[in-house]
């Protein structure tokens, strides 16, 4: 005689469990394009404040509330000087991690990596000889080895576009090569660094 099996029987995924599923990877997907999401850096632009490898927390709310999945900002206003940024790269639309170093109506100019808004010089040698750059009274390290990388402006920031470097000054690929950033192409606002050096971190941006 044989006996029945008692393995359960596979359950078919109904209708309403479809549903279920599908409505929580759009929850996810949505909220990763609309609120936060993170960031692996890919290179050593940011350098020294931000290493290759870092993992960066975005808040993609900071700048206001865009349409989901689109590049389009419904309310918000632009960044600050001095915020660092997940932005598309008016290259060639790869996603970049720069700092905001001019905004709308800012007179900007750029030799040998040291920036200058409307005509003050912001990049000063600290009392162990390092050199910090102060954005709106934010201090952020800089280097500028081998030569600050290429000379940009004087020129008028334009509504609604940014100038964008990275801190690493000559060994980066920025808004001196590409020009302004528009509003819409910053995706959000790097809030800090949760993971560094193979472990969990928190340093914040």
């Given at each position: 005689?044989?006996?029945?099996?008692?393995?359960?029987?596979?359950?078919?995924?109904?209708?309403?469990?479809?549903?279920?599923?599908?409505?929580?990877?759009?929850?996810?997907?949505?909220?990763?394009?609309?609120?936060?999401?993170?960031?692996?850096?890919?290179s050593g632009s940011m350098l020294p404040t931000v290493h290759?490898?870092?993992?960066?927390?975005?808040?993609?709310?900071?700048?206001?509330?865009?349409?989901?999945?689109?590049?389009?900002?419904?309310?918000?206003?632009?960044?600050?000087?001095?915020?660092?940024?997940?932005?598309?790269?008016?290259?060639?639309?790869?996603?970049?991690?720069?700092?905001?170093?001019?905004?709308?109506?800012?007179?900007?100019?750029?030799?040998?990596?040291?920036?200058?808004?409307?005509?003050?010089?912001?990049?000063?040698?600290?009392?162990?000889?390092?050199?910090?750059?102060?954005?709106?009274?934010?201090?952020?390290?800089?280097?500028?080895?081998?030569?600050?990388?290429?000379?940009?402006?004087?020129?008028?920031?334009?509504?609604?576009?940014?100038?964008?470097?990275?801190?690493?000054?000559?060994?980066?690929?920025?808004?001196?090569?590409?020009?302004?950033?528009?509003?819409?192409?910053?995706?959000?606002?790097?809030?800090?660094?949760?993971?560094?050096?193979?472990?969990?971190?928190?340093?914040?941006?």
């Open positions: 005689m044989t006996r029945p099996s008692s393995r359960p029987k596979p359950q078919r995924l109904t209708l309403r469990d479809f549903i279920s599923v599908a409505a929580a990877v759009l929850v996810v997907l949505t909220a990763r394009s609309s609120l936060a999401d993170h960031y692996v850096v890919p290759l490898a870092d993992r960066i927390l975005v808040d993609k709310t900071a700048y206001g509330l865009r349409v989901p999945f689109t590049h389009t900002y419904l309310t918000g206003h632009g960044p600050s000087h001095g915020d660092v940024v997940v932005l598309n790269s008016p290259d060639d639309g790869i996603v970049l991690l720069k700092r905001v170093v001019a905004v709308p109506g800012d007179r900007v100019e750029v030799r040998g990596g040291h920036l200058a808004l409307n005509g003050v010089a912001e990049v000063i040698a600290d009392q162990h000889g390092h050199l910090i750059e102060r954005l709106d009274h934010h201090d952020h390290p800089v280097l500028l080895d081998p030569d600050g990388g290429p000379d940009f402006g004087p020129r008028i920031v334009p509504p609604d576009r940014y100038l964008v470097m990275g801190d690493n000054r000559g060994n980066s690929r920025d808004g001196r090569f590409f020009g302004w950033v528009d509003r819409n192409e910053i995706l959000g606002r790097a809030v800090g660094v949760y993971w560094r050096d193979g472990r969990p971190s928190w340093i914040r941006l």
